[in-house]
């Protein structure tokens, strides 16, 4: 059996809506929401998914029993990366789940509370936002375990957390805290852990309740400005110039003018 036929108790992911804000929650609490290969693959197809359902605006990205992600499930590790031809293919699966991530059609944000190592913390750092309670830790213990991050991971590692402090996380495999990761710019908020779902939830609506084009736009431009990628930026500026052209845009001025509260359609 293949990880893509993997039986439903072993895809450690599930996904709820509320109105235009979906919530992928990652559930493996026994091995602190560690991913395996069938989850890791089942993250990049629904993202895709939601970024095509037309009615989810924005995701909160979270780990069940209190921790965020403990990285790979290396319980499998010598059925699923034992060698250099499965390891490519496992780093594939990896590659994909973090490119869905970043690339997402919708803004993913990440609530992180407690563990957040390894492929954890390459899960968060592609997300867009992440917030976190205090007793969240970070690690990027790739140098104990004796092998390598996918590049574009480590790409995000360092867009996210600075290249200084993504150089002492992977040269050291160190524990840093929430106080930590907040001051490096990793994270945007630190929030109660009681109310950390809520306030990524409210993000998220206020996310959801403005203009999608814009949004992606917008997203698209950060994307451009942070690499220099010269297809991110000729997609940046063929979104900003679709924003004049739409109902949204009619929308938010007429909304503007009447002083109420306007309601986009993502057209």
Known sequence: MTPDQAPPEHIRLSVTRNGPVAHILLD?????????????????????????????????????????????????????????????DYEAANSNAFRALRDSALPVIAAIGGICYGGGFGIAAACDLRIASADARFAVPAARLGLAYPADAMTDIVRSSGDQMARYLTMTAATIGAAAAHRAGFLLELVDKAALLDRANEIAATIAANAPLSIRA??????????????????????????????DYAEGRSAFRERRKPVFSGK
């Open 28 to 88: 493996n609490p026994g091995r602190k929401n560690a991913v395996n290969l069938a989850t890791w693959r089942r993250l990049a197809r629904e993202l895709d998914e939601l970024g095509r359902d037309g009615v989810t605006r924005a995701i909160v990205l979270s780990g069940a029993a209190g921790d965020f992600c403990a990285g790979a499930d290396i319980s499998e590790f010598d059925a699923v990366r034992r060698d250099a031809a499965t390891a490519r």
């Open 218 to 247: 917008s997203r698209l431009a950060i994307g451009a400005a942070t690499t220099g990628d010269t297809a991110l930026i000729a997609n940046a500026r063929k979104a900003g110039d679709a924003t004049f052209e739409s109902a």
